[in-house]
């Protein structure tokens, strides 16, 4: 059984509807990517499942679980944590104290620490910058920090909406490297992105939006593979 499924999912902003009945799973220990143009339902997806949007009709369930109209806090409870597009950190706050928001609904006070050890570990510019008010740092260190801040949850998916967006080539690098690595620490990912050449490699399986429809799917290999992928995302 898929840990997380949609079906038939439609949004409607007003009279515009941006989700015209997608349906796609997410599996236990997979990378999942949806890839399409600007416009094209990505980000609406994401808000969809993690209850920030309306959901018109069609239903999300997570871990055998029906969440279509879950209030955001409560989605975050089970399980989901999403690091945002623009990262979105309190930019009026110290780096640790925007970690420790991540943890919020936890209460294990040791496991809190030990996890912000675990980020510092993973993100040394993060531990130098620990006091720092986060409005300060750069894109790249607020990204950084708003993965950090999702993974303080201790999700079971992952969800990261254009976590490359912005940032220089190097550092788009260490953004694909880290999530991989959390990938095989056991955290099932799901990626909308972009850049659509660095996600497929990584990727278990993807599926193509355009229009807010499902054009394409299949396993990130296919997809590399796939003519139509390379014309429109690949540059190819």
Do not use: C
Not at 171 to 200: C, M, P, R
């Amino acid at each position: 059984m898929a840990l997380l499924e949609i079906k038939n999912l439609e949004v409607y902003y007003g009279v515009i509807q941006a989700l015209k009945g997608i349906s796609f799973e997410v599996n236990d220990g997979e990378i999942v990517t949806l890839i399409g143009a600007n416009g094209a339902g990505k980000t609406t997806t994401m808000q969809a499942i993690m209850g920030l949007v309306p959901v018109k009709s069609g239903t999300i369930t997570f871990d055998g679980k029906d969440i279509t109209h879950l209030p955001g806090h409560k989605v975050v409870g089970l399980g989901l944590a999403q690091v945002p597009e623009g990262r979105r950190v309190f930019q009026e706050l110290s780096v640790q104290d925007n970690l420790l928001l991540g943890a919020y609904l936890r209460k294990d006070k040791a496991g809190i620490e030990s996890d912000m050890e675990l980020i510092f570990d993973r993100f040394p510019r993060l531990k130098e910058r620990r006091n720092q008010i986060s409005g300060t740092l750069s894109g790249g260190e607020q990204q950084m920090l708003a993965m950090g801040r999702a993974m303080m949850t201790k999700p079971r998916i992952l969800m990261l909406d254009e976590p490359s967006m912005g940032l220089s080539p190097i550092l788009v690098d260490q953004v694909f490297s880290i999530i991989t690595d959390w990938h095989k620490d056991g955290v099932t990912v799901l990626l909308v992105e972009q850049n659509a050449g660095k996600s497929l490699v990584i990727s278990d399986r993807a599926y193509v939006l355009e229009n807010g429809r499902i054009a394409l799917s299949g396993t990130g290999a296919e997809l590399m593979a796939s003519e139509e992928v390379k014309k429109a995302y690949l540059g190819g």
